[in-house]
């Protein structure tokens, strides 16, 4: 009898979104590849436009936990240094059309997990400010692969004071550093 009452729990449960396994997160490629040829392995590219203009790029790594998913750091230590975007992934997500949301909305407020795809974006100021733009638009995000860690994103970002600017970058075949 507690059988069919336990498959009938994680039915429930994974119909509900109680399941980290968020392979539906993505939509397939279709034959789409991500362009990383000028990128070196185990690094990322990107440039920001509006509020500021350049590029940044550097050296990236990400950490998965089993529980949480993965958090992908981009971080520049060429160009405009210190500006850094974060992906936040779930468990369970596949290469494909990922539709990213603002970085806090991703993770579940209630447990640490990664429930979608979250992007964040700061920058320093020539002063040495840290600017946080957590307001996204406009984003996309294409993942050719998952480990190691290949794709491409754009996004519009607004910080809470109204500036605006306009990421774009690659990443290619980033690796895990820790577990």
Avoid at 31 to 59: L, R, W
Avoid at 111 to 140: C, H, K, W
């Amino acid at each position: 009898m507690r059988t069919p009452i336990l498959v009938l729990l994680l039915m429930v449960l994974t119909a509900c979104g109680g399941s980290p396994a968020t392979s539906r997160v993505c939509s397939p490629l279709d034959g789409a590849t991500v362009d990383v040829s000028a990128v070196a392995v185990g690094t990322f590219q990107a440039t920001v436009t509006g509020e500021s203009n350049g590029s940044f790029s550097g050296e990236a790594s990400f950490v998965r936990s089993e529980d949480n998913g993965y958090l992908l750091n981009l971080s520049g230590t060429e160009g405009l240094v210190g500006t850094t975007v974060h992906l936040a992934l779930p468990m369970g997500i596949t290469p494909g059309r990922c539709p990213p949301q603002s970085y806090d909305s991703a993770l579940d407020p209630t447990q640490p997990v990664i429930r979608a795809v979250g992007v964040d974006f700061s920058m320093l100021t020539p002063e040495g400010y840290l600017i946080d733009f957590n307001s996204l638009s406009e984003s996309s995000l294409i993942l050719q692969s998952i480990e190691p860690l290949t794709g491409q994103f754009s996004f519009k970002a607004t910080s809470a004071d109204g500036k605006s600017v306009t990421v774009t970058g690659s990443f290619n075949q980033i690796e895990q550093v820790q577990e």
